[in-house]
């Protein structure tokens, strides 16, 4: 069946490094979707990627969709306390498969 | 946020016993869902509902029955809970299904199976 594999599981950061999350999935996708879960919290929507090899950013997250729609990547340049939590990529054909998610930890 | 309320918030109950989740929507969106969390799984879809007494089943469905009856209610029933459904469910909704909508998450109701 569809899967979408994401790594790593877990980051420890130093508050400034910066900080990167794959998404590969086994097909290719329609489009790919990320959502940030802060801790005790709830899946909260950030973007979504439709176009092959298109890139977005949001301040200091940068997310990219691969040319083949397999694959994407979250990146947040100068992590700071607030980027703690853990971030799920969901890749869509028809429906939602969400990746296993990335726990962000910030060291101060 | 979007207009998403689950019900109870927080449960403990004894193996064998039935439990009955409740999402609740103001918003008036087609698809709902039924996910589980757990550590290392990250986010698995249960069922999910498409329309007014419409659903289907998703990758964890075993154990777990769904009903639908109004736009803005989905019920999630084990009808006999075991230790292994212990877990956060969360239900989710969106208007435009598995295209171009978003998710929209409910707070989670995080249930204990003794």
């Known amino acids: 069946g569809q899967q979408v594999m994401q790594i790593p599981q877990y980051q420890h950061v130093q508050e400034g490094e910066d900080f990167t999350t794959y998404c590969n999935s086994s097909?290719?996708?329609?489009?790919i979707q990320w959502y940030k879960q802060r801790p005790g919290g709830h899946p909260v929507f950030l973007i979504q990627?439709?176009?092959?090899?298109e890139v977005k950013k949001q301040k200091r997250l940068t997310f990219q969709f691969g040319e083949a729609k397999k694959n994407s990547s979250l990146h947040i340049t100068a992590t700071q306390t607030t980027d703690v939590g853990t971030y799920f990529c969901?890749?869509?054909?028809?429906?939602?498969?969400f990746g296993t998610g990335t726990s962000l930890t910030v060291i101060p | 946020d979007a207009g998403i309320t689950q019900s109870p918030r927080h449960k403990v109950t004894e193996t064998g016993t039935p439990v009955t989740l409740r999402c609740h929507q103001t918003?008036?969106?087609?698809?709902m869902y039924w996910y589980r969390q757990d550590p290392g799984h990250g986010l698995r879809l249960i069922h999910y509902?498409?329309?007014?007494?419409?659903?289907d089943k998703g990758e964890v469905s075993d154990g777990y029955s769904v009903s639908r009856s109004k736009t803005e209610d989905f019920l999630l029933t084990l009808e006999s809970a075991t230790s292994s459904q212990t877990s956060v469910y969360f239900c989710?909704?969106?208007?435009?299904?598995?295209?171009?909508?978003?998710?929209?998450f409910g707070e989670g109701s995080r249930l204990t199976v003794l």
């Open positions: 989710a909704i969106s208007e435009l299904g598995g295209n171009t909508g978003e998710l929209f």
């Open positions: 097909t290719t996708l329609s489009n």
């Open positions: 990627l439709v176009k092959s090899g």
């Open positions: 969901a890749g869509i054909l028809n429906q939602f498969y």
């Open positions: 918003e008036n969106h087609r698809y």
């Open positions: 509902s498409y329309g007014v007494k419409d659903t």
